[in-house]
């Protein structure tokens, strides 16, 4: 893609966002579009948010379960972008329209106390991080899901370049040291109005949600970019998207690790 292909659909996005008006699938204006360009329209997007006066908080990881990368028929997790005005906190209520088509997925999130860059190990992502919290995360989607015409689902370029579909994150009020849980069988009981939707656990994401930070430091580092200290990170979901309309109320429960809720009016 060239330059100006590259701003306008990262203005197309952000226009798509504000009005609530999804956009088509990037990857059938652009045949061509690498994952390098996706990242680029992302990264086009970061840039224009941050002169508007919004603060990077965190990054989030997705595409980490082998069921949804089968789905998408790739090999990788994805990566976006977390925004100060995406914190919602647990118990709280989404107004009415603030997204287009909100899902929830449960996760494990990790607040870092030192920064993390290139080619890391598991046991720097550890010495790393201060604590890791039970979260929620909020995907919405800026482009159709599926193209109307010839009925082609979106595919990770269009995932990438709109921000991995990231549009909220709710952390609960649980801190723990990360070696104070086996990550890898720390899991959730999710319920949507009550009823029991989804269960799962933390080796879901990559064999050991670990392993997503140190994949996200890899490729944030290939892109000139880098973990930094404060930050919170989503290590990707170990449950499938659970549909939120309006009126919905989802709490995930994670035992002795804690809980978090969020309802949308």
Known sequence: MTPDEITTAAADLLRAEETGQQIGLLSRRHPGIT?????????????????????????????????????????????????????????????AGRFIQPRVEAEIAFVMKAPLDGDVTRDDVLAATETVVPSLEILDTRILRVDPDTGQPRVIFDTVSDNAANAGIVLGAERHAPDAHDLRWTGAIVRKNDEVVATGLGAAVLDDPVMGIVWLARRMHQYGQ??????????????????CPPGTVIDADFGGFGAVSISFD
């Open 226 to 243: 880098r973990i930094e200290a404060g930050q919170v990170i989503l290590s990707g979901s170990f449950i499938a998207p659970i549909e």
């Open 35 to 95: 994952l390098d360009d996706a990242y680029a329209i992302q990264s086009a997007q970061m840039a224009q948010k941050l002169a508007a006066g919004r603060k990077i908080i965190g990054w989030k990881i997705g595409l980490t379960s082998k069921v949804m990368q089968d789905a998408l028929g790739i090999d990788t997790p994805d990566s976006g972008v977390l925004y100060d005005d995406m914190l919602f906190q647990t118990g709280g209520t989404v107004p």
